[in-house]
């Protein structure tokens, strides 16, 4: 456990001087202002965010910031890479997340009642886009939505065909009227 726990901090300790991310100079910038080590620093805003997810104002706010504003920084940045699997890793966090999107929408009524919900779902949408083997966006969408699609997606292109000829057809009478 010890072995596996200094591995973990070994990997965030690294991640956290690349000077590939986003977030080294703030870090750097922290650290030589306050002496304090980064990793400290990472965890006591983890602890913070933690509780403004429980008790805080706005807690759904920082939730979907969480779960936003740094994956469409990387997808940017995949985009923007000649390599294709960083495209292919970000592509499956959106395709993910859109479909828990519409999931949370109609289980709304959930959120209310249950008083850990934000900070539960900030978890989750972090376990989607952690850079590990168990990568929570990959894990769902091989073992859950790529074999729903692959079962569907004949009927799905059909329905999605048919809407497009009807539309055309109804575009067409307008136009001609």
């Not at 936003?68 to 395709?95: G, Q």
């Not at 692959?150 to 000829?165: Q, T, W, Y």
Request: a negative charge; one cysteine or more.
């Amino acid at each position: 456990m010890a072995q596996k726990f200094n591995e973990i901090k070994d990997q965030l300790d690294k991640s956290l001087h690349d000077p590939q991310k986003p977030w080294t100079n703030a870090f750097d910038t922290a650290e030589k202002s306050t002496g304090i080590d980064r990793i400290y620093i990472f965890l006591g805003t983890i602890v913070i965010i933690g509780v403004w997810l429980v008790f805080g104002y706005a807690a759904q706010l920082v939730c979907n910031s969480v779960g936003f504003l740094y994956p469409a920084y990387a997808s940017i940045h995949a985009l923007e890479s000649p390599c294709k699997d960083d495209d292919t890793k970000w592509l499956t966090y959106w395709v993910v997340f859109s479909i828990f999107s519409i999931c949370e929408y109609f289980a709304d009524i959930i959120a209310g009642w249950f008083p850990l919900y934000w900070l539960i779902k900030c978890i989750f949408l972090v376990w989607l886009m952690v850079p590990t083997s168990i990568n929570g966006s990959l894990v769902i969408y091989h073992r859950i939505v790529r074999p729903y699609f692959l079962k569907h997606h004949n009927v799905i292109d059909e329905a999605i065909r048919n809407v497009k000829e009807k539309a055309s057809t109804l575009l067409e009478q307008q136009k001609n009227e």
